[in-house]
């Protein structure tokens, strides 16, 4: 009963984690796919396992086996996790999928006992869980195939981490790539004890020569136990599980050429087709979030391509509204402060200063004169 109830929390944690990560995920949607296909991959252990302790078995036996070689999935996906964390210009290419090849070819061999009748699944279960399943020499060899080639990879992005530290250390992110790299340490160290525990399983069983149940329940503890560290972290830290690359200073961004260009674009597209000024509560940072730039690079584009500043600019645009609807016949009924509201002006007294600052007269005497 005890495993039962473990294995089914276990679930729920890894599928509740999954969906509040892609849920609640930065613009570094790469990122938070492969740490969710990293904590499915451990749900899926604790399923077959579940499977297996439950009259599930009985029926859809198979499940079992669903987890079977996915050990080889991990240090891939930990390599390219990091590198989607740290590398702000790593995309997803077709020649990465190469690292999955190992266990394409596990696929390969396991595929076809899922066709085996449930009789012989039922009857092999069985036999695991008495702790009389004998091992085979093709087992023995895919297991220890499958605990080096973790343990290669988890070397590999340790040693792309510690060497990432003097690359990227100096670019100031939102989230500090010292954070970033202290969570993927802790991180690879938890898979390193996903690993440990795979070398100890796989010693016990060439010594005994058999399966034994519990042992491989062991191996979904430690898998649990990563599971909550990502929950903890998610909990206290959101933003470390994928984080983006919006950085704090970005001083050097001259907004030349096709750059500035692209931004002013936009900018002009936001306000003469969209007309986000006609809005009392825009603010710089709703221009920024639609610029995808922080709201001081928002602000130094205002300056340096329009020479004036942002307020400056939304209350140019608003005026420019203004004079436009008042010359219009169905705006001849309305009051001169009606139109100002409509134009985005949110007080009489802000749309006062800011139309006599641009025109040079009062709206009354304007109006009149229109």
């Known amino acids: 009963m005890f495993w039962v109830v ?11 984690l999954i969906t509040v990560i892609l849920y609640k995920s930065s613009r570094n949607h790469l990122a938070s796919r492969l740490i969710s296909i990293i904590v499915f991959l451990m749900v899926l252990s604790h399923l077959g396992y579940l499977v297996i302790r439950t009259d599930l078995v009985r029926f859809i036996p198979q499940v079992y086996g669903i987890a079977w070689g996915t050990l080889l999935l991990f240090g891939p996906l930990l390599y390219f996790y990091s590198k989607s964390i740290l590398d702000e210009y790593f995309e997803w290419k077709i020649k990465h999928w190469l690292h999955f090849i190992p266990y394409a070819m596990q696929l390969a061999f396991i595929i076809p006992n899922y066709f085996d009748k449930k009789e012989m699944w039922v009857q092999f279960i069985d036999l695991f869980l008495s702790g009389n399943a004998p091992i085979s020499l093709y087992t023995k060899v895919t297991f220890g195939v499958q ?6 990879y988890l070397f590999i992005t340790f040693r792309w981490i510690q060497a990432a530290k003097s690359t990227y250390q100096s670019i100031r992110y939102l989230v500090p790539v010292l954070s970033r790299i202290n969570w993927l340490r802790a991180l690879t160290y938890c898979m390193g004890a996903i690993s ?6 796989y010693g016990y069983i060439l010594i005994a020569g058999k399966f034994n149940p519990v042992t491989n329940y062991f191996y979904t503890l430690i898998t649990s136990g990563v599971i909550y560290f ?4 998610f909990v206290f830290n959101p933003e470390i599980i994928s ?3 919006v950085q ?13 260009e692209k931004y002013l674009q936009k900018i002009r597209v936001l306000m003469e087709m969209e007309k986000i ?17 922080p709201q001081h690079q928002v602000s130094k584009l205002i300056n340096d391509k329009y020479g004036k500043s942002f307020t400056d600019l939304i209350n140019e645009y608003r005026v420019n509204e203004f004079i436009e609807r008042i010359s219009l016949p169905k705006y001849r009924s309305h009051s001169v402060y009606g139109i100002a509201l409509d134009a985005g002006f949110n007080s009489k007294s802000s749309f006062n200063s800011a139309f006599k600052k641009i025109t040079g007269k009062t709206p009354s005497e304007f109006k009149k004169q229109a």
Request: without cysteine; negative net charge.
């Open 147 to 152: 605990s080096a080639h973790l343990l290669i």
């Open 248 to 260: 704090k200073y970005r001083t050097y961004m001259l907004f030349d050429g096709s750059d500035g």
């Open 196 to 201: 440990i525990t795979v070398f100890l399983l």
């Open 230 to 233: 990502m929950a903890y972290s």
């Open 277 to 293: 000024y006609t809005n009392p509560e825009l603010k710089l940072s709703s221009l920024a979030n639609e610029l995808n730039l």
């Open 243 to 245: 984080p983006d690359f």
């Open 6 to 16: 473990f294995f089914s929390i276990g679930i729920a944690q890894g599928l509740f």
